[in-house]
Nanobody, 122 residues
Framework: EVQLVESGGGLVQAGGSLRLSCAAS????????IGWFRQAPGKEREGVSC????????YYADSVKGRFTISSDNAKNTVYLQMNSLKPEDTAVYYC???????????????WGQGTQVTVSS
């Protein structure tokens, strides 16, 4: 069974940092890209970052470029999202999912985790 489990969320003040983890199981880790997404209350889910397992390339939404860093630890089957200089507008539930980074369609990603809440206070 394919499973993704997010962790690492929490409450942090503006300017602070958090590191999210997405632990994967049930599939060959290198066969899929893993993306991070977020959904704030009353808003649509949006893509945040993606890690291309084939060549290690990374993708970021403009809103997080220069502040967030995605990385992968193949030995642990885990993808991380290091979030620095957090802003109140980063407040959301963060999810990871498997798919292909080159697709612009969030619906093409699957096996969504349960999400982890990130709250940034001003």
């Amino acid at each position: 069974e394919v499973q993704l489990v997010e962790s690492g969320g929490g409450l942090v003040q503006a300017g602070g940092s958090l590191r999210l983890s997405c632990a994967a199981s049930g599939f060959t880790f290198d066969d899929y890209d893993i993306g991070w997404f977020r959904q704030a209350p009353g808003k649509e889910r949006e893509g945040v970052s993606c890690f291309n397992s084939s060549d290690g390339s990374t993708y970021y939404a403009d809103s997080v470029k220069g502040r967030f860093t995605i990385s992968s630890d193949n030995a642990k089957n885990t993808v991380y999202l290091q979030m620095n200089s957090l802003k109140p507008e980063d407040t959301a539930v963060y999810y990871c999912a498997i798919g292909e980074c080159v697709t612009p369609n969030i619906a093409d990603f699957g096996s969504w985790g349960q999400g982890t809440q990130v709250t940034v206070s001003s």
